[in-house]
């Protein structure tokens, strides 16, 4: 195929419910969506979520690299997507969501070409996984109401903003266990608002929780301490902040440890090929993923669960971006069914615009 015209949209779009972490607050999103079309006349969605906060690109800036980079990528020949990683990695060095938003719809077209959903293309290994849903830092009241929305919609796994307040944090997690029983997976999510000290009385605090992840409790230059760790809390320790790229991932496997376990998310590491190969070289070193987002348009959902079923390192799902938005340029991409994202049955990453 040759690309033939690139399109960018920018779509300002508000939160069912504003949500905080431990550093900041969102109420609402500034996204970007792409259509990228070949000579014949087909098309391949994606998107990008730029976010400063998380991966240091601003809205503007994302907007202006894909402008950019229309003239270049027009007249390109390509079999594959890898085909131009070479050109991606010049066109948007600092730009990972620009980047993941041309390499997501580069791979939505080449899977419409074949006829196929893209994660049969890369040989699927999972059907059908619980995906979380998150509850942002808030009051114990909020939290237990929250989670019996979630579980009442079908959720049947819960994710917990922390680290903002470390015994308020320890308040609402045991209240809300208490509340949900055992059955149901609980993780939490500090977005680097621990101190070691804090970690380890948190740690100590919560062993009889049953908290399968505790993403991310220090700073990226303090996660080092963590080492100290005893290695069943290690273990359960992932990797946000720390891991972008495909360049951070040696470092986060070099030992001794400070992660158990690496949480991808494509607007960090800029799309579905870099996602691939941290995705790789994870499984090869025996390091469980889990799939994050920011929030996000339904082509990114997509895009990264389709990446996610393609992986035998994948055990956990944090795909639940598209549900915090009041209103979504596209439509379709998966099928939540029981709590579960299902692929569907359609060419490339199955989803679609919402204006038809």
Known sequence: MTLAALEIERHDVPLRRPYAVATYTTAA???????????????????????PEVNGETIDACIAALRGAADTLRGQALATPADLTLVLDALFPHT??????????????????QGRPLVELFGRV??????????????????????????????????VKIGADLELDLERLH?????I?????LLVDANIGYTLPQLRQFLDATRGLDL????????????????ELPPADITRLLADESLHGVADVERLLAAPRAFGAFNIKLMKCGGIGPARAIASRASTAGVPLMWGCMDESAIGIAAALHTAYASPATRW???????????????????LVDGCLHTLDRPGLGAWSATG
């Open 126 to 159: 999972h059907d059908a996984l619980p995906t979380s849903i998150t509850i942002g830092v808030t009051d114990v009241a909020t939290t237990l109401a929250e989670a019996e929305e979630h579980l009442a919609r079908g959720f049947r796994m819960l994710k």
């Open 175 to 179: 209240r809300l266990r208490e509340t």
């Open 317 to 335: 799902l944090d795909l639940d971006g598209s549900f915090d938005l009041a209103r979504d340029f596209t439509t379709g991409g998966f099928a």
């Open 96 to 113: 990972p969501g620009a980047r993941a938003a041309i390499d997501i719809a580069l791979h939505d077209l080449w899977a419409r070409l």
């Open 181 to 185: 029983g055992p059955r149901v997976p």
């Open 212 to 227: 399968q992840v505790i993403e991310q409790p220090l700073p990226p230059a303090a996660s080092t301490g963590q080492r």
């Open 29 to 51: 999103v500034a996204m970007v969506r792409v259509r990228l079309l070949d000579d014949r006349g087909e098309q391949g969605l994606g998107a990008a979520t730029p976010e």
